[in-house]
T-cell receptor, first 113, second 111 residues
Framework: SAVISQKPSRDICQRGTSLTIQCQVD?????MFWYRQQPGQSLTLIAT?????????ESGFVIDKFPISRPNLTFSTLTVSNMSPEDSSIYLC??????????FGPGTRLTVL | KQEVTQIPAALSVPEGENLVLNCSFT??????LQWFRQDPGKGLTSLLL???SQREQTSGRLNASLDKSSGRSTLYIAASQPGDSATYLC??????????WGAGTKLIIKP
């Protein structure tokens, strides 16, 4: 199974600032996924990041707010821009391997004041 | 449109009991179904993956079944322990290759 790490594990940020979350995988993967989990809610897919192409965003999420980089097959970043308290969530990186099994990183717990 | 429902939303049982968590889905055209565990404020841990052609998967004290025709999956936990306390999430990969999530079942095992 894939081993995924995320940095930072948590952060407290001020309104209007931006935070970049890093995701590192221990093996090469084609697709990486970024999810958001708001307090008490299930997961919502933000975007799918393929290496060498623009990320594909889900309805309700835009590149200006959540720019994503995917410079190689083991790494991706998600930036949460111009943050507001409504962005307070757990942000999760995920990859798919083998028989379409999905694996998740430990998450980044973001609080916006 | 595929919808995934998990019942109950919360469950509290004494240590040592066997228990069943339920996951139902509305469209039987799925690629696979996956059960996850999430501890508070943490990421998700994959527990079991069942391909659409399979009926069940087992890992240790966990057994997951899949009945596509009735749109149901169950996660059976044998001899529950306090360390099993967590939220259990079910996710279905649908015909569009999208993961559709249930809302989860919060499980508390009382010592």
């Amino acid at each position: 199974s894939a081993v995924i790490s995320q940095k930072p594990s948590r952060d407290i940020c001020q309104r209007g600032t931006s935070l970049t979350i890093q995701c590192q995988v221990d093996s090469q993967v084609t697709m990486m996924f970024w999810y958001r989990q708001q307090p008490g809610q299930s997961l919502t897919l933000i975007a799918t990041a393929n290496q060498g192409s623009e990320a594909t965003y889900e309805s309700g999420f835009v590149i200006d707010k959540f720019p994503i980089s995917r410079p190689n097959l083991t790494f991706s970043t998600l930036t949460v821009s111009n943050m507001s308290p409504e962005d307070s969530s757990i942000y999760l990186c995920s990859v798919e391997q083998g028989r379409s099994e999905q694996f998740f990183g430990p998450g980044t717990r973001l609080t916006v004041l | 449109k595929q919808e995934v429902t998990q019942i109950p939303a919360a469950l509290s049982v004494p240590e040592g009991e066997n228990l069943v968590l339920n996951c139902s889905f509305t469209d039987s055209a799925i690629y696979n179904l996956q059960w996850f565990r999430q501890d508070p404020g943490k990421g998700l841990t994959s527990l079991l993956l069942i391909q659409s052609s399979q009926r069940e998967q087992t890992s240790g004290r966990l057994n997951a079944s899949l009945d596509k025709s009735s749109g149901r999956s169950t996660l059976y936990i044998a001899a529950s322990q306090p360390g099993d306390s967590a939220t259990y999430l079910c996710a279905v990969k649908d015909s569009n290759y999208q993961l559709i999530w249930g809302a989860g079942t919060k499980l508390i095992i009382k010592p």
